[in-house]
T-cell receptor, first 110, second 111 residues
Framework: QKEVEQNSGPLSVPEGAIASLNCTYSDRVSQSFFWYRQYSGKSPELIMSIYSNGDKEDGRFTAQLNKASQYVSLLIRDSQPSDSATYLCAVSGGSYIPTFGRGTSLIVHP | DTEVTQTPKHLVMGMTNKKSLKCEQH?????MYWYKQKAKKPPELMFVYSYEKLSINESVPSRFSPECPNSSLLNLHLHALQPEDSALYLCASSQALEGYTFGSGTRLTVV
C-alpha cells in the first residue's frame, strides 16, 4: 500500500517567518510530487510540482525533494496570514494517480 | 481557459431523489476525475476517465454513476443516496504526469 505521511499540525508560525512543511512517502518508484493548498471549505489548488531531486523555487515557495530519503518538503518564506490553510502533499508513481497525504494545517498569526 | 467548472456549487437532496453533478474543462486534458472529500480528510478517489473511457472505479457504490459524454464534460449521476454520502464532490483534470486542476466542488447534503 502506497503511503504518504504528513504531520496533521496545526503548524503555527508568526507572520514573516519561514513555514516548513514535510511529507514522507513509501513508494520508492514515485516520480511526481505535488503540493496543494486548500482553504477551509474550498477545493485544493496546485501550488508546486517537483519531479527531480533538489530544490524548486516559485516566488515565496520552495519545494525540496530527496528521493534517497523519500521525503519532500515545502518552505514558505515571509509567511502571511493569507497562507493559513491546509497543505496537501501528493505523490504519484508509474500511474498518474497520486496518493494524497492527510494534509498539514498551517496557521500564520499576525 | 485554465479552469475546471463544476455545477451546482451546493446541492441538497432527499434520499429518493435523482440529481446530477456536472464538470467541464477546456484545457484539452485527457484525464478527468471525481473525488469525494469529507471534512478534515484528504480527497478520496472515486472514478477516473482517460480519453473518455472509464479506467478506474474505486469500488464506489452503484448509487453513484459517472458519465463522460465527450472530452470536455464529466457528469456524476446520483440516485438513492444516504446521509453519509454528504461531502464535497470534486472534479479534476490533468495532462499526463502533471498535477491536477480541481474545480470549485459541489457541496452535497443528503437529507
Amino acid at each position: 500500500q502506497k503511503e504518504v505521511e504528513q504531520n496533521s499540525g496545526p503548524l503555527s508560525v508568526p507572520e514573516g517567518a519561514i513555514a516548513s512543511l514535510n511529507c514522507t512517502y513509501s513508494d520508492r518508484v514515485s516520480q511526481s510530487f505535488f503540493w496543494y493548498r486548500q482553504y477551509s471549505g474550498k477545493s485544493p489548488e496546485l501550488i508546486m510540482s517537483i519531479y527531480s531531486n533538489g530544490d524548486k523555487e516559485d516566488g515565496r515557495f520552495t519545494a525540496q525533494l530527496n528521493k534517497a530519503s523519500q521525503y519532500v518538503s515545502l518552505l514558505i518564506r515571509d509567511s502571511q496570514p493569507s497562507d493559513s490553510a491546509t497543505y496537501l502533499c501528493a505523490v504519484s508513481g508509474g500511474s498518474y494517480i497520486p496518493t494524497f497525504g492527510r494534509g498539514t494545517s498551517l496557521i500564520v498569526h499576525p | 481557459d485554465t479552469e475546471v467548472t463544476q455545477t451546482p456549487k451546493h446541492l441538497v437532496m432527499g434520499m429518493t431523489n435523482k440529481k446530477s453533478l456536472k464538470c467541464e474543462q477546456h484545457m484539452g486534458h485527457r484525464a478527468m476525475y471525481w473525488y469525494k472529500q469529507k471534512a478534515k480528510k484528504p480527497p478520496e478517489l472515486m472514478f477516473v476517465y482517460s480519453y473518455e473511457k472509464l479506467s478506474i472505479n474505486e469500488s464506489v457504490p452503484s448509487r453513484f454513476s459517472p458519465e463522460c459524454p465527450n472530452s470536455s464534460l464529466l457528469n456524476l449521476h446520483l440516485h438513492a443516496l444516504q446521509p453519509e454520502d454528504s461531502a464535497l464532490y470534486l472534479c479534476a483534470s490533468s495532462q499526463a504526469l502533471e498535477g491536477y486542476t480541481f474545480g470549485s466542488g459541489t457541496r452535497l447534503t443528503v437529507v
